[in-house]
């Protein structure tokens, strides 16, 4: 939940003159910036199927870390928006201590969006633990303190009906869509993950159905495919105006993938591969007036490798509460130049 947001500095202007009418379906309220001090919920989950089970009970493993609500900083001005999430957890007797960070930095929101981010998580439990051994894991998890999960990524995205649909409507609130708009697009990505620990990510009782003593995995690859989204301003609880949003965004795309597995005698197993599979999930829905907005953000990512012996899928899942009054402030001379040139219009 967004705590504060501070302006540059605030001038004294009348609202209607400063309404930026950008097309029919949306429009920039103000020139604004948006600092914001938030809590938002983080988990990274990795998922271990394997594809033989030798045991009369099931070796399925999944890994979760143990974190409370993260502590937060975004910058959104217009086009431009980054933020910075940490947070961490302490172990007790039941669950390991955790910890995140994350770096994630957007640019544009009408025609294009490119957007690098950045995520770290330490210290993981198995989730599924009582399914192997209910006795010695009857209150605690098996866990792996020092087990970390690591993502870079650089996605893009091309919108196809820039006048009708704004990323930024439903996602950093620097802009109010007004009138239902989608639009389909073009996605892109480059991303490299892994997942390190220094002993065996299998427990004793489960080795037998992996096979191999794996304590790394490092995937990496490139991706194209296709993007729906849209906004849907709408009425609630007997507003007269469309002031509450709903908004969602989707991206499937085709990967090619280089995955690389590391066993803890030193020896290295390569996999290359092609996959079709839903990348990105995002949706969004709130009050968002004029000034006061008040949304809730969901957003799913999914990283999925077949290796010989089992499947595995990575998800990160980020929930965020977002509570905000948008201020006016003045437009820096070299962002007004900025405006006209032909980049910024492509964006």
């Given amino acids: 939940m967004i705590l504060y947001f501070l302006p540059l500095q605030a001038v004294t202007q009348n609202l209607s003159d400063s309404l930026q009418r950008d097309s029919l379906y949306y429009h920039s309220a103000f020139d604004k910036l948006i600092v914001g001090l938030y809590y938002n919920y983080n988990e990274c989950s990795i998922t271990f199927n394997p594809n033989r089970n030798p045991y009369p009970y099931k070796p399925t493993m999944n890994f979760r870390t143990n974190l409370p609500a993260n502590i937060g900083i975004s910058f959104n001005y217009d086009k431009i928006g980054f933020s910075f999430a940490f947070g961490r ?5 039941s669950q390991v201590a955790s910890q995140f960070s994350s770096f994630a930095f957007s640019l544009g929101g ?5 957007e690098p981010s950045y995520f770290r998580y330490v210290g993981f439990y198995d989730y599924y633990s009582k399914n192997y051994d209910s006795i010695t894991f009857k209150v605690n998890r098996f866990s792996h ?4 999960s690591t993502d870079y990524a650089l996605r893009a995205f091309y919108f196809f009906s820039p006048k009708k649909y704004i990323y930024r409507a439903g996602f950093s609130y620097t802009y109010r869509q007004t009138k239902k708009g989608g639009s ?8 490299d993950s892994s997942i390190k620990n220094e002993t065996m990510f299998w427990h004793d009782k489960t080795l037998q159905a992996y096979q191999v003593p794996l304590n790394q995995i490092h995937n990496r690859g490139i991706g194209i495919g296709g993007i729906g989204a849209f906004n849907i301003p709408f009425h609630f609880l007997g507003s007269k105006d469309k002031i509450w949003l709903f908004s969602l965004f989707a991206s499937l795309m085709l990967n090619y993938k280089e995955t690389k597995f590391y066993a803890t005698d030193g020896s290295v197993e390569s996999k290359n591969g092609m996959s079709f599979e839903m990348n990105d999930l995002r949706f969004s829905i709130g009050l968002n007036k004029e000034r006061f907005f008040f949304m809730w953000n969901v957003q799913l990512r999914y990283i999925n490798e077949k ?8 998800q990160n899942f980020n929930f965020t509460a977002n509570l905000g009054w948008r201020f006016n402030v003045q437009k820096p001379k070299w962002y007004e130049k900025f405006t006209q040139t032909k980049i910024y219009k492509m964006l």
Avoid at 89 to 93: I, L, M, V
Avoid at 110 to 114: G, H, N, T, V
């Fill in 89 to 93: 957890s302490q172990a007790d007797s």
């Fill in 184 to 191: 389909w697009g073009l996605a892109a990505q480059i991303y």
């Fill in 110 to 114: 009408s025609r294009f969006l490119i």
């Fill in 307 to 314: 290796a010989i012996n089992f499947a595995m899928q990575t």
């Fill in 145 to 148: 303190p020092t087990m970390k």
